[in-house]
């Protein structure tokens, strides 16, 4: 008995050990990726609020930012056009992904329907999301010109339009026409989620349905919809944070024109911060943009 209470006291000490270098062992796994964080995300991000609160811009490069407070953003609060481009930029994200929502699911049930030729037309839906997305909208641009662009030839053709209609001229048609854009662009990786996600439903549930007689559209609305619905959240989500963040289909097209009519809020926070060198304006404006990304992922 006395010989195992001696041994207690060592074996506590071995195992806090072995706890101890267990722990040390797992912060040196997790070391690079907190290291990454830190450098890629965590600095950028602490570096753009302080600018926020700064004037710095080109001039103040070398002889240093003057520190402001919160008058950047008093400036945006006091802007009617700053609610103008928060208000587009909102509509612009709901109504493209919505959008891909709805054609990738069209798509996504398309492509998982027993027909021949299913894995040829699963790859041929590809293309959108593998091209790179400037060599797609370099092409977008021939179909959008009034003058020798299919979209217009056709157009004129069918006798819809008159004469030559220049879709990237005008602020209305340059934002659906940017929509579009973005949607094609979109749609394709949408689609084979909901396709993953389509092909993971059990087909039992349709063979029991199916005999207690109930119809396609029945069993597509209480049976895939249902089963599927978490992926369809979680790209209703992802999507939006990309859409609201979409910066070079629209650079391309218009960069933010004709008249401001294709400008949300990163090509602002663009032009303001890269076009007219104003670091600190457009500091504050990135920082909306974190806050207001940020409240929309929570609420969701």
């Not at 520190?67 to 009617?80: E, Q, R, V």
Request: glycine share 10%; with cysteine.
């Amino acid at each position: 008995m006395a010989d195992i209470a001696d041994n207690q006291p060592q074996t506590i000490h071995v195992a806090r050990r072995r706890g101890l270098s267990e722990s040390w062992f797992a912060w040196a796994l997790i070391a690079p990726a907190l290291a990454f964080i830190g450098v890629i995300v965590a600095w950028p991000l602490l570096e753009t609020i302080r600018l926020s609160f700064t004037d710095a811009g080109l001039g103040t490069v070398l002889g240093g930012e003057n520190w402001i407070g919160i008058d950047n953003y008093a400036k945006l609060l006091n802007s009617p056009k700053f609610y103008d481009i928060i208000g587009r930029t909102f509509f612009w994200m709901v109504l493209s992904v919505s959008l891909k929502l709805i054609i990738g699911l069209i798509g996504a049930t398309l492509l998982s329907a027993a027909v021949p030729g299913r894995a040829l037309f699963r790859a041929l839906i590809m293309p959108p999301w593998v091209i790179p997305i400037a060599i797609g909208c370099i092409g977008w641009l021939w179909l959008y010109n009034g003058h020798f662009g299919f979209i217009s030839g056709m157009a004129q053709r069918l006798g819809i339009i008159d004469g030559p209609m220049e879709f990237l001229a005008y602020s209305n048609s340059a934002f659906y026409a940017a929509i579009v854009t973005d949607v094609w662009v979109g749609t394709p990786m949408v689609s084979l989620f909901f396709l993953a996600a389509m092909q993971g439903v059990s087909r039992d549930l349709y063979e029991a349905a199916w005999v207690d007689g109930a119809g396609r559209w029945y069993r597509f609305r209480r049976i895939t919809i249902p089963q599927i619905m978490p992926v369809i959240v979680s790209m209703a989500l992802l999507s939006a944070i990309w859409t609201f963040n979409s910066f070079d289909i629209i650079y391309i097209l218009t960069q933010g024109g004709p008249r401001g009519g294709t400008t949300t809020l990163i090509i602002d926070t663009y032009k303001t911060a890269i076009g007219n060198y104003k670091f600190g304006d457009g500091s504050a404006r990135a920082v909306v943009i974190v806050v207001l990304l940020g409240a929309f992922s929570f609420f969701t």
